[in-house]
């Protein structure tokens, strides 16, 4: 079975930009969750999704936006680039909301915002 | 809102030996605690979890520990290898949603040959 599959790998913006990250979670796979990863933060909720409602938000601000389609695959954008959102963002799925559903990490997209 | 601590930061041991990651919550209500191993360019891996209502669980060389009462988690790793040499996440979840995890700050984990 495949695994999480995030488009692009790598990233490259400048600030000011808007950025679309995409993520295609395990066949079968319901839930969608996103997280922020950076030296000084370590690992961040962002949100999650689920039959393509949000169930959870997390501390960021509303430059920060999701959604999840009929297929379960997601995006996540980000509005006008601060060179603090260089980061890795990493998307994870789980076969529904719960925590008897462990989450399945993609190998990220790496942001750089100059 | 849910913290957990993760300790320590880092940790070398020489091949064969154990390695011992501990960490600790505050919010009673999360009763998932997976483990996580992050290799260089890769998203983190689950490795092991356990649930509240479970004091121990073991998998091969990997076991974790949970004390509710004193809100605190461990993983064990014996006989460690190089290639267990990574990043090493816990995380804490509410009982209704894993999604939205807490994790710790994460333990790079050395292994010598």
């Known amino acids: 079975k495949a695994g999480v599959t995030q488009t692009p790998r790598y990233l490259i913006k400048t600030r000011g930009q808007q950025v679309t990250l995409s993520c295609s979670p395990i066949s079968g796979h319901r839930s969608v969750s996103w997280y922020q990863q950076t030296p000084g933060q370590g690992l961040q909720f962002l949100f999650e999704y689920f039959s393509e409602t949000q169930r959870n938000k997390g501390n960021f601000p509303g430059r920060f936006s999701g959604r999840q389609f009929s297929n379960s695959r997601s995006e996540m954008n980000v509005s006008t680039l601060e060179l603090g959102d260089s980061a890795l963002y990493l998307c994870?799925?789980?076969?529904?909301?719960?925590?008897?559903?462990?989450?399945?990490f993609g190998n990220g997209t790496r942001l750089t915002v100059t | 809102g849910e913290n957990v601590e993760q300790h320590p930061s880092t940790l070398s041991v020489q091949e064969g030996d154990s390695a011992v990651i501990k960490c600790t919550y505050s919010d009673s209500a999360s009763n998932y605690f997976p483990w996580y191993k992050q290799e260089l360019g890769k998203g983190p891996q689950l490795i092991i979890d356990?649930?509240?209502?479970?004091g121990e669980k073991k998998d091969q060389r990997i076991a974790v520990t949970l004390n509710k009462t004193a809100k605190h988690f461990s993983l064990h790793i014996t006989e460690t290898q190089p290639e267990d040499s990574a990043v090493y996440f816990c995380a804490a979840s509410p009982n209704t949603n894993a999604g939205k995890s807490t994790f710790g700050d994460g333990t790079t984990l050395t292994v010598k040959p």
């Open positions: 994870a799925s789980s076969l529904r909301t719960g925590s008897d559903s462990p989450l399945h």
């Open positions: 356990i649930r509240s209502n479970v």
